[in-house]
């Protein structure tokens, strides 16, 4: 077992452990905090296995954009802090979800282990050659991409500043999360 | 570096990723699940490219890209959400509402 090795199982064991608290834990702005932990220590995974561009980015777009966002939406959605047990299902579905998951997870297993290859030495991509290939033969994907980020963005947008179909009163207050209170009789 | 640790990572993960997807009634905890198994699919990428089997550094674009997807499909999930928060007043998947 290489040093690299060794950092790699040290940064994955933290990402599976952090993991599986982000997912069982019944405080919701602990999952999101969980969450970061996790997605960080994937960061390092990426930095052991030399991929350090895809390293900074997860930090920055998973670390600091999406963990933002749902830590947004558990405030605007007006979650409790405290720890409550209804934000999972019960004890049955659980069990259910949990050999759902090791189903899969064990699916993957029997379709990579036996493909595992121990590499002399790890191809570092570096940022020159993958900037070079992006823009060279990846550079209609991007393209694509950038017009996926805008109509989501667009859509987004869009979807927030929807109005219930029956209410066409006070559309100023729709933007609001106080909204839901106006048209409660009907609901 | 054996690619045994990133495997191995890849399928914990999205196991992990698949039971909190199933298991979460907060609707924005379930987005959760679903980042971690994109999380795993990251790890199968960049294990690819750092075994160097990818052609025009494709294990490093894509994972770019499948960041720059999961980015834009959480921004959207999460105006759903909202929405759905504004209509119902609650985001539980198996409520009835208000």
Redesign the interface.
Known sequence: ??G??LA??TF?LI??VC??L??TTTR?VH??LW?VV??GA?AG??L????E??AL??VL??VG??VV??L???M??R?PIAAQT????GPR??V???V???A???L??AV??PV????PE????STE??AR??F???VW??EL?SV??LS??V???A??R?D?PSEDTAPAH?SS?D???L??AE? | MSLLGPYVLAALLVGIGVYGALSRRNAVLMLIGVELILGGALVLLVSTAAAGQDQWSGGTVLSLFVITIAAAEVAVALAVILGVFRFRGEIDLFGRGR
């Not at chain 1, 790890?122 to 991509?125: D, K, M, N, S, W």
């Open positions: 077992m290489t690299l090795d790699f199982a994955g990402a599976v993991g599986l982000a997912v919701v999952a999101a969450l996790s997605l994937l995974c990426f052991v296995m030399g991929a561009f895809v980015v997860q777009i998973y954009a999406i966002l749902v947004f939406a558990l605007l959605t979650s209804e934000v999972s299902v579905r659980r259910l979800a949990a759902l998951g090791a899969s997870a064990a993957l297993l990579l282990v595992v290859a121990v590499l790890r191809t570092v991509t050659v993958m290939d992006l060279g033969v990846w994907p991007f991409l996926l980020l989501a963005l859509a987004a947008f979807v927030s929807m219930r729709a999360t909204a839901p209170l048209g409660e609901a």
